[in-house]
Antibody
Framework: QVQLQESGPGLVKPSETLSLACTVS????????WSWIRQPPGKTLEWIGY???????NYNPSLKSRVTISIGTSKNQFSLNLKSVTAADTAVYFC????????????WGRGTLVTVSS | SYVLTQPPSVSVAPGKTARITCGGD??????VHWYQQKPGQAPVLVIN???DRPSGIPERFSGSNSGNTATLTISRVEAGDEADYFC???????????????FGPGTKVTVL
């Protein structure tokens, strides 16, 4: 069974960088497609991007200039960096995975709330 | 960017059938995935690639996709089906680096 767990600060100051990690168990980071998705309170889901095959990435064009997804320092971990944050970046951030380039996302973490505020 | 539309809400009596639509330009040419999300929880994939049901999802959940509308159908609705439902597609523009997932705005299903 694949399990994912997000971790990182729950509060980030405006203009700073939001950094989160997703720890994976039950699967190898070198397989599948590993996504970050966010959901502002009371709103719909927004796909941020994914990393696959150990290092290739695709990003949502609306966030591409501020986002970096990378393999984490730990063996089975991937990370999200979102720079120059504003209050509009306040959301629950999920990591998730799917087996294919455009497949549904069949395993999700529980999500972590990140608030952007001074 | 590709735009998806969903009705904000659908109400259904227990035991009846709920149909949740997802509209998009020629969406029948894309693959649609559906998620169920209950309050405070992560989404759960209930339909993959238009009509495939992942392991563990009841047969009461089914999907179809044609023309400009994809539909998630929940038969014999139960109280536990009350949730938000989101559709999702892969928006492929031809430039692979710009391809990305798009989610619909979501439909709140209320069981009366």
């Amino acid at each position: 069974q694949v399990q994912l767990q997000e971790s990182g600060p729950g509060l980030v100051k405006p203009s700073e960088t939001l950094s989160l990690a997703c720890t994976v168990s039950g699967a190898s980071i070198n397989s599948y497609y590993w996504s970050w998705i966010r959901q502002p309170p009371g709103k719909t889901l927004e796909w941020i991007g994914y990393i696959y095959y150990g290092g290739n990435t695709n990003y949502n064009p609306s966030l591409k200039s501020r986002v970096t997804i990378s393999i984490g320092t730990s063996k089975n971990q991937f990370s999200l960096n979102l720079k120059s944050v504003t209050a509009a970046d306040t959301a629950v951030y999920f990591c998730a995975t799917g087996p294919g380039y455009s497949s549904g996302l069949d395993y999700w973490g529980r999500g972590t709330l990140v608030t952007v505020s001074s | 960017s590709y735009v998806l539309t969903q009705p904000p809400s659908v109400s259904v009596a227990p035991g009846k059938t709920a149909r949740i639509t997802c509209g998009g330009d020629d969406i029948g040419r894309k693959s649609v995935h559906w998620y169920q999300q209950k309050p405070g929880q992560a989404p759960v994939l209930v339909i993959n690639y238009d009509s495939d049901r992942p392991s563990g999802i009841p047969e009461r959940f089914s999907g179809s996709n044609s023309g400009n509308t994809a539909t998630l159908t929940i038969s014999r609705v139960e109280a536990g089906d009350e949730a938000d439902y989101f559709c999702q597609v892969w928006d492929s523009s031809g430039d692979r680096s710009g391809d990305h997932y798009v989610f619909g705005p979501g439909t709140k299903v209320t069981v009366l």
